[in-house]
């Protein structure tokens, strides 16, 4: 593998850790363990460290509670209560949907808009891939997604390696057509009870993650699943958060481009085409970028948060992450969440500046 000398980071004017040259090991889904990704602990989290914040890993938060007198309680799962006038959640989507629900419904954040869990957004994705026929085949070498196109206008696709990704081993199965999901299963399951071998030969395969390749499919198109609390289907006794179709148009479970792009590529690169058996056998919409769901709006009839990210009814509660954002983007998000986050801090700021009485503390206290 080829090796990079360490270098000066070449962002934030040079601020931040040393970085290394990509060793292209397609780990880039797991993580990189070389510092050449753009994680947040060699940015952001390592820029505030420096600035005197304190990061404290491994600490799972239960709830948050606005105090009578002002400001919050931040409860975690070790039982600790930290104090803070102004908190930002910043738990991705399904965590900070999760944590405001459980937190409104102790009562403890009454005021937060029933739209919470509305506007859910898949990035109206569907995930297909290929296996390659040859079973010595290596297809790692490279950052996980190298190569990207538009085969419509509000289609996107991206090509994926796989590093680390096992499961797929057992989520794969036949390429299977079909607009209506019912019909689509039915065709699926008869594939699959027609050649049970060829399955499990796939299941099985050989170097099956360095023969593997996974598009991305996404759309900017309007359509929407909701996350609500409701009993666990495998611990009962649990309220966890649970997928429902939304009140608008459904998120997709079937792309016909992301079939046609893992139809052509198997034919030309010599492979299997496949979908994800949630898609084809379960009529799941699967999405690798949940966006949405405590979503930026007017007032709290439309949204959750109002243009400065501000929990409507919760002044100084703060949501600054993919729930924040209320419509598929149709690309990898992650820039689109940085831009936001960058809105915020830049606006909070010049609030700070422009206020003396404004609050004077972020975070745990
Ligand atoms: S391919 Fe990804 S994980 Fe591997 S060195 Fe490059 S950035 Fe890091």
């Given at each position: 593998?080829?090796?990079a000398?360490p270098?000066?980071?070449?962002f934030?004017?040079g601020?931040?850790p040393v970085?290394?040259?990509c060793?292209?090991c397609?780990a880039?889904?797991i993580g ?6 753009n ?7 390592w820029?505030?460290e420096?600035?005197g914040?304190?990061i404290r890993?491994?600490?799972?938060v ?8 002002g400001?919050?309680e931040v409860?975690t799962a070790?039982g600790?209560?930290l104090?803070?006038a ?10 900070t949907?999760?944590?405001l629900f459980r ?5 403890l954040?009454?005021?937060v ?5 509305h506007?859910?957004r898949?990035?109206s994705?569907?995930?297909?891939a ?6 010595d085949?290596?297809?790692t070498r490279?950052?996980?997604?190298s190569s990207?196109f ?13 590093v680390?990704g ?5 989520q794969?199965?036949p390429l ?9 299963r039915?065709?699926?399951?008869a ?8 399955q499990?030969r796939?299941?099985?395969?050989r170097?099956f993650?360095?023969?593997l390749s ?15 609390m409701?009993?666990s289907p495998?611990t009962?006794?649990r ?5 429902r179709t939304?009140g ?6 079937y792309?016909?481009q ?8 198997a034919e ?6 496949l979908?994800l058996l949630?898609?084809s056998v379960g009529?799941?919409?699967?999405t ?7 979503a ?11 243009t400065d990210?501000q ?7 703060y ?10 983007v149709g690309v990898?998000p992650?820039l689109?969440?940085t ?7 830049a ?8 206020s003396?009485d404004h609050?004077s503390?972020?975070g745990a206290?």
């Amino acid at each position: 593998m080829r090796r990079a000398s360490p270098s000066p980071t070449p962002f934030f004017d040079g601020e931040g850790p040393v970085r290394t040259g990509c060793r292209r090991c397609g780990a880039c889904l797991i993580g990189c363990p070389y510092g050449s990704k753009n994680t947040l602990d060699l940015n952001y989290l390592w820029l505030a460290e420096r600035r005197g914040a304190r990061i404290r890993p491994e600490t799972r938060v239960e709830t948050v509670a606005a105090m009578p007198e002002g400001g919050y309680e931040v409860h975690t799962a070790d039982g600790e209560v930290l104090r803070a006038a102004e908190v930002v959640l910043a738990a991705g989507v399904l965590g900070t949907v999760e944590l405001l629900f459980r937190s409104r419904e102790q009562g403890l954040l009454p005021h937060v808009s029933p739209r919470l869990g509305h506007g859910v957004r898949t990035n109206s994705e569907a995930i297909t891939a290929v296996l390659a026929d040859d079973p010595d085949a290596d297809l790692t070498r490279g950052p996980t997604i190298s190569s990207e196109f538009y085969p419509d206008e509000a289609t996107h696709v991206t090509q994926n390696r796989y590093v680390g990704g096992w499961h797929m081993r057992l989520q794969l199965g036949p390429l299977v057509d079909g607009e209506v999901p019912a019909r689509r299963r039915r065709a699926a399951l008869a594939e699959l009870g027609r050649h049970p071998f060829r399955q499990l030969r796939l299941m099985t395969a050989r170097n099956f993650i360095e023969r593997l390749s996974v598009f991305t499919v996404m759309q900017n198109v309007e359509n929407e699943i909701r996350l609500v609390m409701d009993r666990s289907p495998v611990t009962p006794w649990r309220r966890v958060l649970r997928s429902r179709t939304g009140g608008g148009a459904p998120a997709p479970s079937y792309l016909p481009q992301a079939n046609e792009v893992a139809r052509r590529f198997a034919e030309s690169a010599g492979g299997r085409p496949l979908n994800l058996l949630l898609e084809s056998v379960g009529g799941k919409s699967i999405t690798a970028h949940v966006l949405g769901g405590a979503a930026m709006g007017a007032d709290a009839s439309d949204g959750v948060i109002d243009t400065d990210h501000q929990v409507f009814g919760h002044p100084g509660l703060y949501v600054v992450d993919g729930s924040s954002i209320p419509a598929n983007v149709g690309v990898n998000p992650s820039l689109t969440i940085t831009a936001m986050a960058e809105r915020f801090a830049a606006r909070y700021r010049a609030r700070r500046t422009s206020s003396p009485d404004h609050a004077s503390s972020i975070g745990a206290q």
